[in-house]
């Protein structure tokens, strides 16, 4: 989801089997739909709905419940959702001609080296809501990398659902691949504290779980309010070592608390630049 930092759903509910019109499974979505509440429920009142709020997700996002969910008359989100490849898509691909191919793009605007996208119409998409929009892409596969039985013609196949409308399908492509920050952000988890569950019972865990999300909270909006250029960039781990755990002494003199850093610290001066920026910040309260 854009504008707020978020958490991806992953749990699967088990239950029956029902497939819609692509031959997808719709039992993922009261998942995916509870975490969407709880996002939009954490930002303000004016992006709760409207198409100026994205929501995207993977494949896993890709069902028709969700969906309708987030289509709903009176909600009217925006969305870039993955979708699986199915066999009535990937028979849908090899009928696309040449024609209809059309450059996938870089953020830097330049053709993306190999990748190509097209829009999918017709059948496939009956019985999802007005306005839906399947774009699929073809690509090159990188080196050493093997070819799945969804793939078509050496080229490897993922698509997406979107109702936006009035832009390039390759700007959309484009938009929808960027949500690979989420994995940046499962990442950075795991090197906070979730890759072990460190305690005995579950009461437990879900404490230190707790503590783990107010932390990639904090990392997630820190970088953005008081970090700029390449150390906007950094990770968990690198953060810690250069900027967490530098050596400091804070003195208290009359009214006034001061921070002393070492001169000789290579980062100090982010520190101390990033200390002025959130100085700056209004009170929130």
């Not at 996002?61 to 870039?80: I, P």
């Not at 829009?119 to 998409?125: I, N, S």
Request: proline fraction near 6%; charge should be positive.
């Amino acid at each position: 989801m854009s504008r707020v930092p978020g958490k991806r759903a992953r749990t699967v509910l088990r239950g029956p089997r029902r497939s819609n019109a692509l031959g997808l499974p719709d039992n993922t979505a009261a998942d995916h739909i509870t975490t969407a509440q709880l996002a939009l429920a954490q930002m303000p009142k004016r992006y709760r709905r409207g198409r100026q709020t994205l929501i995207r997700t993977d494949s896993a996002g890709g069902t028709h419940e969700f969906v309708s969910w987030l289509a709903k008359r009176g909600r009217w989100l925006s969305y870039s959702v993955g979708m699986t490849v199915t066999e009535a898509i990937h028979e849908h691909v090899l009928k696309v001609p040449a024609s209809a191919w059309t450059p996938a793009v870089e953020t830097d605007g330049e053709a993306r080296d190999g990748a190509w996208v097209a829009e999918l119409t017709g059948k496939l998409l009956n019985g999802w809501p007005k306005g839906m929009r399947l774009v699929v892409r073809k690509e090159r596969p990188h080196p050493g990398a093997q070819l799945r039985i969804t793939d078509a013609d050496g080229m490897r196949i993922t698509c997406f659902a979107t109702n936006t409308t009035g832009r390039p399908i390759a700007e959309l492509e484009l938009r929808h691949r960027l949500r690979a920050r989420a994995e940046d952000r499962i990442r950075a988890a795991r090197a906070t504290g979730l890759r072990n569950l460190p305690l005995h019972d579950t009461a437990q865990n879900r404490v230190w779980m707790e503590i783990v999300q107010i932390a990639l909270d904090l990392l997630a909006w820190m970088p953005m309010l008081a970090l700029t250029d390449r150390a906007r960039l950094w990770e968990p781990r690198r953060l810690r070592f250069r900027l967490f755990s530098a050596a400091g002494q804070l003195v208290t003199t009359g009214r006034r608390r001061i921070l002393r850093l070492a001169r000789h610290w290579p980062w100090t001066v982010e520190i101390t630049a990033a200390l002025e920026r959130l100085a700056l910040l209004p009170d929130p309260g």
